[in-house]
DNA sequence: TAACATTTAATGTATGTACATATATTTTAA
DNA sequence: TTAAAATATATGTACATACATTAAATGTTA
């Protein structure tokens, strides 16, 4: 749907100004779904983003700090939110030997089997896949890479 | 910057994948930048999108609901955002006599004055036409209107 | 018209988030 | 070698947000 209908909007100042609303428009709506497909699962999407990091290099650890700076959304506090993963035993943390004020962060294997029930049912991306081609895709993530500089 | 590098992942599960983890990337590099412009004005982001959406409107009043409806965020608790925009008396509400249920909300001469000032500094929609051309925005523009159906 | 449903906005509560600051450890450099 | 700087993580605080619930006014219908 046109983004003129969704927000009432019927003109912008530029296409620019538009493109910029749009972005963060769909991005609002991208999430409210994720969202809600985790919420009976108990965590939210940025936990699920720590997540899938942690995934990606099991079974190897990773520090906050390296968390932190492959997170969608680079916040402040990565640690409270490893925090919180570890009450719910999705994780594990140890004190690095190497270098003492480093955290080594793990995923447990409760955590890859919770990533794993959660695969089916997130239909998110496969959402898109009904509306734009692969090659359409393509087009957009290229733009988008350009348009941050 | 490719999204692989601003998240160091260097390879995605598909195409839609990596589109949807760049749109909310980018939608986070968007925000912070506006974030950052609008703190020295004493406003959050949401609450500058309510007041342009007020202005808009100008000089009349729309309710509470119809607020929300534009919003590009479009979150439960708008009547907050709006009562901190009245304690900063950038706003006016007024109780709807026609409907005693509706709450009329007005930007108010002050409300118009702090937009006036933040235009100026107002540079994340500038910032992006050094990087992409009025016709690139428009191909993203009709490809978001069109993904998400 | 009385009872019930719907609409509009506000609020309670728990949790999330940003930002500044603190603490511990390691690195650098005089 | 020791003081200062840098790094990694944690925490205090104020504010933001999601979600459910409440309250008041209006609409609907038996």
Redesign the pocket.
């Known amino acids: 749907m046109k983004i003129e209908k969704e927000i009432k909007q019927d003109k912008f100042h530029s296409e620019y100004q538009k493109l910029a609303i749009n972005i963060l428009f769909t991005s609002n709506w991208l999430n409210s779904t994720t ?2 497909t985790l ?1 009976p699962f108990g965590i ?1 999407s ?2 699920y983003n720590v997540l899938r990091i942690l995934k990606g290099q099991s079974p190897n650890s990773i ?4 968390i932190m700076e492959r997170m969608i ?1 680079k ?3 990565t ?6 993963l570890r009450q719910k035993e999705l994780i594990e ?1 140890v004190i690095c030997e190497k ?5 080594d962060v793990k995923i447990t294997k409760k955590g890859i089997e919770l990533l794993e029930k959660v695969k089916t049912e997130m239909n998110s991306f496969n959402l898109l896949t009904e509306t734009i081609s692969e090659k359409e895709a393509k087009i957009i993530n290229k733009l988008l890479d350009k348009m941050r500089g």
Do not use: A, F, G
């Not at 640690?79 to 919180?84: D, P």
């Open positions: 969202t809600k919420k939210s940025q936990q520090s906050v700090n390296n959304d916040m402040s506090n640690s409270r939110l490893v925090e919180k943390r270098d003492r004020r480093q955290v």
